[in-house]
């Protein structure tokens, strides 16, 4: 489980991340899901209260588009910090086809986030760069998040571990369960191809076995991401309300599962 813990989450219980957008998703998909700063901020506080310890941000431009735009995300983390103080703020540091590695560095470099989430294989696009990215995290107090959708993931990483590239404090890990599989559909079982080991893990999981994957996580001793960005729907294909009523679905079968 996480290293840094939130002062209102109970001991041996996971750490609940909500990733209420993503990159990719927009109000077409689900009507309740916020792309506007009001509507992140809404959608925040709910989730803050139904049990949600931290939250994982994606910004939109004017178009609704996937953004790392510096500005959008100081003015949006200052109004997440206000409203629900809370809570920890994580962000995205996701290409989407759209940013380069130079690009990501730049909006680590000039949002110095206390938490930052960042694709090893994107960095691995400019792995010469490798280096500097660990680097400025390390230097500006950012936690790192890596997140690795498979074992050759897991590899590249460890073997920048041991290259002294990602720094020794920088342990944590996302494991992304379902990405790449036909229709973004995932099982639990998928768990088990990662190195759950002593380092801090978490999983977020893609399709309609979200909830029952991070009860899997949970009960392997992981941390847990639930959210839109992932998965809209219930277990039966019925899409959820809003993403309050998927972290509150989750912490009941966590309740069940891991008490």
Known sequence: ?????????????????????????????????????????????ACFESGA????????DPEGQHSLDSGQYLETLAELR???????????????????????????E??????ASISVREIAR????????????????????????????????????????????????????????SGQQSSPQDLDVFPTGASPWMVCAFGTQE????????QQGGDVRVGFENSLTDESGTLWKDNTASVSALVAMLERAVK
């Open 82 to 108: 206000q409203a629900v103080p809370g809570l920890e703020l994580q962000i995205t540091t996701e290409a989407v086809g759209v940013y380069d590695v130079p690009a990501q560095f730049a909006c680590l």
């Open 211 to 218: 909830h029952a994957c991070l009860t899997y996580a949970a």
């Open 126 to 181: 400019a792995s010469e760069l490798a280096d500097k990215v660990y680097g400025l995290c390390s230097d500006q107090g950012t936690r790192v998040q890596h997140i690795l959708y498979d074992a050759e993931d897991a590899a590249l990483l460890a073997q920048w571990q041991k290259a002294g590239i990602v720094r020794g404090g920088q342990t944590e890990s996302l494991f992304v369960l379902g990405r790449y599989t």
């Open 53 to 60: 310890n931290g939250l994982h941000l994606h910004i939109r």
């Open 1 to 45: 489980m996480s290293d840094s813990r939130s002062e209102n989450q109970t001991p041996g219980w996971p750490y609940i991340l909500v990733a209420p957008n993503g990159a990719r998703r927009g109000p077409s998909d689900h009507p309740r899901l916020p792309v506007s700063m009001e509507q992140i901020v809404e959608t925040a506080r």
């Open 110 to 115: 000039q949002v110095r986030p206390e938490w």
